[in-house]
């Protein structure tokens, strides 16, 4: 599903139409248009519209996905890049380690420079190949992997045998690819994971890159004049290398060359970094993910957060991980969820974390005394404990007190009274006589506490996985004991924990304000 | 050709590097350090490494002559036959080469045989020296990593800046470091294994040696080169270990990558692959064979021979070899008992909540009690020990009084804290000269070892809120006691840890009593109820060696810290091992030694005295052969006095009072008993039968060979296999001076009980077996039973359909019985599980076996003493009742006052027990236990 999109691209800046014919007034004022899996069949002039579209400079991104083959034949993606010499294949681009994890080979593009593939960071799963040639040029390869041709007799989609067979391409297969058509360009990608609403939240920093990239009616893969320059340098190197006889200044050119490409990645890295700015609603929410967080990231497992992603979904917020936590990126947000880090917030970190509460946003984090390690001092500088009692007299008790498994009531005071459950329990010691406490072990033993921190809140939850997938929710909706406890609390409580500012949340970050994707149009 | 010459100059010269590198990867297979031991590819090594030294310059030893040659040859000899295996090979080999050595020492072997033998010998020789380098040196690493696996600051942190070079993203936080991966993050820990693991260690334990002397000895014209290529290889290999680390983290991320999504992650295996740790010493290999000198001079070519004016000066020199050898050796070994107390034991029970009691003593294990709970309970092993100490509950709060009175005391899973009080009283207990038995258990459920800890830190120890696990079967993890023992285990020789935590013993003196290798370790799981984690495999394990028990001494008193309180439980205390140890650990504690630890300036003398022997070797240029040989010499001499110490000071219990020990027959029986107190469960299974010994009372114990005799019954369970006449004739031996004999068997073609029961004109049909009902001669009850054996000869006591299917036959002194209904009485037609709670008809089953047993072990008793087994079974149950139900000890003696014991010999047996206490000579305060228990003293009359 991809309805979180409109909202994505608005976080940016950006102007978003869902257009339900591509009429001319649609496309007129567009800088880029998006065609996620078109499978009806094309209207009298709307090819041509979007031909025309393009060679006037618009961008045109498709998104395919694998083994379709309508019933006259052929398929509406081939039809759409009919003028280009790409087509996506009636096949599975099919990889060795599941998520292409460690297996993309990407262009230079301003896309994808600096974008590791230690994570699924471009978001393909299982789509089609595409067939390209010049001038079209790949953007995404699958470098291990293979294409697997589709079988139109197999009742499940169409995809092949999943198995590599003799004489199927092994390798190198495209995933993405790109084209200059006319003044404009077209991006054709084989799947359609990258755009969904669960991948999406992961591979922002790519597909934000993207969107900018197409809403840039200027922008260029590779423009010749670098081009040209790169080559210089390259026929200047093997000279060089012919030249030179001494193994310490070969070593000296080696570690130029790669320094120059280090450094000419991070540049590009920076240079087409794009940032979320804040939305009028203020519903922006990140889950960190720069700190080695406990839950796995792989959604559905069950030590995954593929239920909370969809919960704060579900309840109005713009979901997004966070890469790296700086104050740039926290600016557009209102919500931060930490998940019991395992690499220790620094000491800027903290401050920046302070400063995002004080300005009105909401910090929230769950973390048990088991990994209480690296946020232990970031959640002292809030004024938190995790895994001691309060004794009377107000300090901390000596020795840790594991609560374990337990539901325990919330909402005590309302009419329905509703219990939430624990995983692993720990109890929770805020410094704030003023602090709230949301949930407790009887008879009073805080496990959720807030706080009010400046125009913002804190808020602890004494349990590394109570956000997690095996405490919140199933990948196939089933409750929990026949409950759904804990889907329920969230829904209560998320709106109570944000309360951001209008004046802080309208307010544009720099960066978001520089590179607005698409500019405002006009109406149709 | 010449570059043939120089390729194989350049190959010899890597050839010692990679001889002491499979040698180091030999011990990995021979100790089964991580893995079980693996002889075959142990032998592989060893002989490979051995191999390597073929390629090093002969030594001629012109220094020790066919004489020391001989000396020493003979001197190494003790150590060959005391060590065990693996360590047994180096000295082997040392023995070996020496013998190698001394053949072209005192005979002309010829131009060839002569510089082959000599070539061989020199190799066997540099084999031995670095084996025994390496194993001295893993013995100590595993001394020390089992106390502690943890890197100190800021190991982890650079750890993990090296995974960032191999563009792994990982953050070091305490002693883990978290690597990222799709899947999960995995908080793996920054441990010595990571670091340094024993192969590698072995290597380095060697050729550093190796290297060192060979600069040390070089030509002065090309020392300084030497120390220069030393220096060299000692920083590219400091350079190595982390990056070593940083390689196995990225195979560990590349195999989970490499994992589908549905399966296992099995990736930790590769941190305990000998091949992949032995593969890796390839760099070291590689370094040292390209950086060091070509021409290491290793051994003591090219001395000067002896001359008479230097003859003292290796008098003095062996001398200091053999004490310093013999010093560290016993300051290893020795732990000196000292003075017995007076066995006065108190088993703490006031911490247990009393909502939640954890393995109590104070509720008999009897024949009405059925349920997860009475098996999880310390009844039986109290009462077992209540035959040899004078042993006493304690149901308050632990202070000076009540430690005054009480030799050694037992703290137990305890479910409630201690307050400082308490914990100030336990400690003057001990410096005083108390002796402190700790019981933890796994995962710190209930909280059993967060209360036990404060306890703990005393003395330097501390349970981890962890589980052990073995690391090739995850239950298996079975300890099997050294040769040289620790004083408390010296009677023990081996027994299955049911799961154990592990102690952290970083700060403590004193010396691991439990040392298991192979295990790996998982921390709590604080979802699950007990707190037991999913024994998967998990980067936050730490692996290899973990300390399960600790003894420490602190002021006049001592203390043992143990962590698996499960196996004193009453489902499986009489497995093999288990009593053995409690007892050991009750008469370690039992003792006093005034003289404290004599560990550090014993291990100081032997320093000083090693140290002394360098400088005298060096400054002579002594025989170094013979005084390796002599050194071994000291150490076998050392390791047997010790043994034989440890012995006289704590020799064998003797039970103070009678108790019926029936023997459970594993000489040709083997059918399934339980192991862990889990039983067998099937039709093959007799845990059940054997368990439901305890509840009368009886004590059981699993037996083969010539100790099967030395108990009051022993019990065959379906004996098959061939019997040799050796073994009928110690049966027939037994049962005539005045044994029973209990045989349980049915219709099976492999029976071999006929053989037992033919010298007792006894006999079992084994071909046609009836069905029906069983009916016996007494009041038993009556009992469904298919698949029996008719029964020949004796007077029978149980009929099926009126055929006999148990007989019983006297037979001298003692009595030979024989059931053909073993079907009725297997696990799966007893409940399948010990935990059963059973119906009426499950419950008659075991009365019915409760009644042949009383039978068995009574009858005889009951006829001298006149009373019928009805009135005994009713005292016997009722003396139970009042014993669980706390009340005057007058009633007790009403009830045995009333009886009809009055006037028989077992009621003159309870007046003098009860009027006129006995005081057994070791145990003088014995008999203030019995007249708490009358159920024991009723057993303990009728047994006489």
Same mark, same amino acid.
């Given at each position: ?524 | ?541 730490? !692996? ?82 013979? !005084? ?317």
């Amino acid at each position: 599903m991809y309805g979180m999109l409109p909202s994505f691209l608005e976080s940016y800046g950006a102007t978003t139409v869902i257009s339900p014919d591509l009429s001319a007034d649609d496309l007129r004022g567009a800088d880029a248009l998006v065609l996620f899996f078109p499978n009806e069949p094309w209207q009298a002039g709307q090819l041509d519209r979007i031909w025309h579209f393009v060679r006037e400079g618009g961008a045109l991104l498709l998104v395919g996905e694998h083994t379709v083959r309508e019933s006259e034949g052929g398929n509406r993606f081939n039809d759409v890049l009919e003028p280009t010499t790409m087509r996506v294949r009636f096949d599975s681009a099919m990889f060795a380690v599941g998520g292409w994890l460690q297996s993309y080979e990407t262009a230079w593009h301003a896309t994808a420079a600096g974008i590791s593939d230690n994570e699924n960071d471009f978001g393909v799963v299982i789509g089609a190949s595409l067939a390209t040639r010049p001038p079209a040029r790949p953007l995404i390869v699958g470098r291990w992997g293979w294409a697997d041709p589709g079988d139109e007799e197999n009742q499940a989609a169409m995809m092949g045998n999943s198995r590599y067979d003799a004489g199927e391409r092994l390798g190198d297969v495209v995933l993405a690819a790109e084209q200059p058509f006319g003044r404009g360009k077209i991006i054709a990608f084989g799947d359609t994971s990258s755009f969904s609403n669960g991948i999406n939240l992961a591979c922002h920093p790519f597909t934000s890159r993207l969107f900018a990239y197409l809403a840039d009616r200027e922008a260029q893969p590779r423009p010749l004049w670098r081009d040209l320059i790169a080559m210089a340098f390259a026929a200047a190197m093997v000279i060089a290398m012919a030249a030179i006889r001494s193994p310490l200044m070969l070593a000296a050119l080696a570690l130029i060359l790669g320094g120059g490409v280090y450094v000419g990645t991070a540049a590009s890295h920076q240079a087409n970094e794009v940032l979320p700015r804040s939305g009028a609603g203020g519903n922006l929410a990140y889950i960190d993910v720069s700190h080695l967080e406990a839950f796995s990231r792989e959604s559905w497992r069950e030590d995954g957060i593929g239920g909370l992603q969809l919960t704060l979904m579900r309840n109005g917020f713009l979901t997004l991980t966070l890469p790296q936590l700086t104050a740039e990126r926290l600016d557009g947000a209102s919500l931060l969820i930490s998940i019991a880090a395992a690499r220790p917030f620094s000491p800027q970190e903290r401050e920046t974390i302070r400063q995002f509460v004080e300005r009105g946003g909401t910090f929230l984090c769950t973390v048990g005394r088991d990994r209480i390690g690296p946020s232990e001092a970031l959640l002292a500088d809030l004024g938190f404990r995790v895994g001691t009692v309060q004794s009377s007299t107000g300090s901390p008790a000596s020795g840790f007190v594991p609560l374990g498994h337990f539901k325990t009531p919330y909402r005590q005071d309302s009419q329905s009274p509703a219990a939430v459950r624990f995983h692993a329990a720990w109890p929770v010691v805020c410094d704030d006589p003023a602090a709230h406490f949301v949930a407790v072990f009887p008879p009073n033993v805080p496990l959720i506490v807030i706080r009010n921190l400046g125009q913002g809140r804190v808020v602890v939850i004494g349990d590394t996985c109570f956000a997690m997938n095996k405490n919140l929710e199933h990948e196939d909706g089933s409750p929990f004991e026949g409950m759904r406890e804990n889907a329920d609390f969230w829904r209560w409580f998320l709106p109570q924990l944000v309360q951001r500012s209008a004046a802080t949340a309208a307010e544009p970050t720099r960066a978001t304000a520089a590179r607005s994707i698409i500019p405002q149009r006009s109406e149709p | 050709m010449k570059r043939l010459v120089r390729n194989v100059t350049i190959v010899r010269g890597y050839l010692p590097w990679l001889g002491v590198a499979l040698l180091s990867a030999s011990w990995l297979f021979g100790l089964g350090w991580f893995r079980s031991a693996q002889w075959a590819n142990w032998a592989t090594l060893v002989f490979l490494g051995t191999s390597g030294f073929l390629a090093t310059p002969t030594m001629t030893a012109r220094r020790e002559g066919p004489a020391l040659l001989g000396l020493a040859l003979a001197a190494s000899l003790p150590a060959v036959m005391i060590a065990p295996w693996p360590y047994r090979i180096a000295i082997l080999l040392f023995a070996l080469g020496t013998s190698g050595l001394l053949l072209t020492s005192a005979m002309h072997l010829g131009r060839v045989v002569a510089p082959a033998v000599s070539r061989l010998g020199t190799a066997l020789l540099l084999a031995s020296l670095v084996l025994i380098v390496q194993g001295l040196m893993l013995t100590w690493y595993e001394s020390q990593t089992a106390r502690s696996h943890e890197l100190p600051a800021p190991l982890p942190q650079l750890l993990s800046t090296v995974a960032g070079w191999f563009r792994i993203d990982a953050a070091a936080h305490g002693s883990s470091i978290a690597l990222h991966s799709m899947r999960q993050t995995h908080l793996l820990g920054a441990t010595w294994e990571l670091l340094l693991d024993p192969a590698t260690l072995g290597f380095l334990s060697a050729s550093i040696p190796i290297l060192v002397w060979s600069a040390w000895t070089a030509p002065p014209s090309r020392r300084r080169s030497f120390w220069g290529r030393t220096f060299v290889i000692l920083v590219l290999l400091a350079v190595w270990l982390p990056l070593r680390a940083g390689l196995l983290m990225a195979i560990y991320l590349n195999e989970v990558l490499r994992t589908d999504y549905d399966a296992p992650l099995l990736a930790m295996r590769l941190f305990w692959s000998p091949w992949l740790l032995c593969g890796l010493l390839a760099v070291p290999v590689i370094l040292c064979g390209f950086c060091a000198p070509r021409q290491v001079s290793i051994g003591s070519k090219g001395a000067a021979p002896i001359t008479g004016s230097t003859r003292s000066h290796l008098v003095v020199t062996a001398l200091c070899v053999v004490l310093g050898v013999s010093a560290i050796t016993w300051g290893v070994l020795w732990d000196p008992a000292g003075a017995r107390k007076a066995g006065r034991v108190v088993v703490e029970e006031y911490h247990p909540l009393p909502e939640k009691v954890w393995e109590p003593t104070n509720k008999p294990y009897d024949t009405t009690w059925y349920g997860h709970q009475a098996g999880y309970n310390y009844y039986c092993i109290y009462d077992y020990c209540s035959h040899f100490y004078d042993m006493q509950r304690t149901s308050r709060p632990l202070d000076d009084a009540t430690l005054d009175a009480c030799d050694v005391l037992v703290l137990k899973v305890p479910t409630r804290p201690y307050a400082n009080a308490e914990i100030e009283a336990v400690k003057r207990f001990v410096e005083r000269g108390g002796g402190l038995l700790l019981i933890g258990e796994h995962t710190d459920v209930y909280h059993t070892s967060e209360f036990l800890n404060p306890v703990a830190r005393l003395f330097g120890i501390e349970y981890r809120h962890d589980c052990v696990f073995g690391i090739d079967a995850v239950f298996e993890d079975r300890f099997e006691v050294g040769f040289a023992p620790h004083p408390a285990l010296q009677y023990c020789r081996a027994f299955d840890f049911a799961t154990s935590c592990s102690l952290d013993c970083r700060g403590a003196a004193g010396r691991a009593v439990i040392q298991g290798r192979a295990l790996k370790n998982l921390m709590a799981d604080y979802h699950s109820d007990n707190y037991y984690p999913q024994p998967v495999d998990s980067a936050d394990m730490r !692996y290899g060696s973990f300390v399960q028990m600790w003894a420490a001494r602190f002021g006049r008193g001592r203390v043992l810290a143990f962590t698996d309180s499960t196996i004193f439980s009453n489902f499986c205390v009489f497995e093999p091992g288990k009593s053995e140890l409690m007892l050991g650990a009750l008469e370690w504690l039992n003792h006093e030694s005034r003289m404290g630890s004599p560990r550090g300036w014993l291990n100081g003398l032997g320093v000083a005295l090693l140290a002394m022997t360098c400088l005298l070797s060096c400054r002579a240029q002594g025989p170094v052969l013979l !005084y390796s040989a002599l050194g071994l010499l000291g150490w076998a001499a050392s390791v047997v006095a010790v043994q034989q110490i440890n012995r006289a000071a704590m020799r064998p219990l003797v039970a103070q009072r009678r108790m019926v020990r029936m023997h459970i027959d594993r000489t040709i029986c083997d059918c399934g008993l339980s192991k862990n107190g889990f039983v067998d469960g099937t039709l093959e299974g007799f845990g059940i039968f054997e368990r439901w010994m305890l509840r009368l009372g009886y004590f059981t114990s699993r037996r083969k060979g010539e100790s099967l005799f030395d108990g009051d019954v022993v019990v065959f369970l379906r004996p098959h296999g061939n019997v040799t006449g050796e073994f009928e004739r110690r049966v027939a031996d037994y049962v005539q001076g005045g044994g029973k004999m209990l045989i349980v068997d049915s219709p099976r073609p492999d029976s071999a009980s006929n053989q037992l029961l033919t010298a007792f004109g006894l006999s079992i049909d084994l071909r046609e077996p009836v069905n029906g009902v069983l009916r016996t001669m007494a009041d038993w009850p009556s009992i469904p039973v298919s698949d029996a054996a008719k029964v020949a000869g004796g007077e029978p006591f149980a009929w099926i359909n009126g055929q006999p299917v148990a007989a019983k036959k006297s037979f001298g002194r003692g009595a030979v019985f024989v059931l053909g209904c073993a079907t009725r009485f297997c696990d799966a037609n007893m409940g399948r599980s010990s935990d059963v709670i059973p119906d009426k008809q499950l419950q008659d089953v075991f009365e019915v076996q409760f009644a042949l047993l009383r039978w068995v072990v009574e009858t005889q008793q009951s006829s001298d003493i006149g009373v019928s087994k009805e009135r005994i079974r009713q005292l016997e149950t009722r003396a139970i009742e009042d014993c669980r139900e706390p009340s005057p000890w007058s009633r007790c003696l009403a009830i045995i006052d009333s009886s009809a014991l009055v006037g028989t010999p077992l009621g003159r047996q309870v007046a003098r027990l009860t009027d006129r206490p006995e005081a057994p000579e070791a145990h003088p305060t014995t008999n203030q236990r019995r007249s708490k228990n009358p159920s024991q003293l009723l057993r303990a009359a009728r047994g006489r």
